[in-house]
């Protein structure tokens, strides 16, 4: 160990990668959540935080919904509540954007661009919005 608040992983060899799968490690205190198991974390359970929003519920592989946390320290959040859905698929996802069923996505497939372009609630930036 380096000290309490560094880790420094060694790989067999080089691995370019390693920075873009770091992004998907959690470092959670132990005290926290001590006693859980995996599909407990999945259910939600051990949900820890200070952030803008407060966790309200997991449904894996759907949606996570959030609420505004009015104890937070910093700028309160334009909205009183969020939720965030998965679609994996990209025509699905943007058929959602397009109906208004959600109010944005990421990655917008390539060759749908330019029409996202002509249509005014594509175009329009979430930060734009009045909530």
Do not use: H
């Not at 820890?48 to 894996?60: L, N, W």
């Amino acid at each position: 160990m380096i000290d309490k608040y560094t880790i420094q992983l060694t790989t067999n060899q080089p691995y370019p990668l390693m920075l873009n799968d770091l992004t998907s490690i959690f470092i959670v205190q132990k005290k926290a959540t001590q006693g859980l198991s995996s599909d407990d974390f999945a259910q939600g359970k051990g949900m820890i935080g200070t952030g803008p929003f407060k966790f309200v519920s997991y449904a894996r592989d759907d949606r996570v919904e959030l609420v505004r946390n009015n104890d937070y320290w910093g700028a309160k959040p334009a909205w009183d509540k969020a939720t965030l859905r998965f679609i994996p698929n990209p025509a699905t996802r943007l058929a959602a954007l397009l109906s208004g069923d959600v109010q944005a996505i990421e990655n917008v497939p390539t060759p749908d661009l330019p029409r996202c372009g002509r249509i005014p609630s594509c175009r329009s930036s979430p930060r734009s919005r009045t909530a």
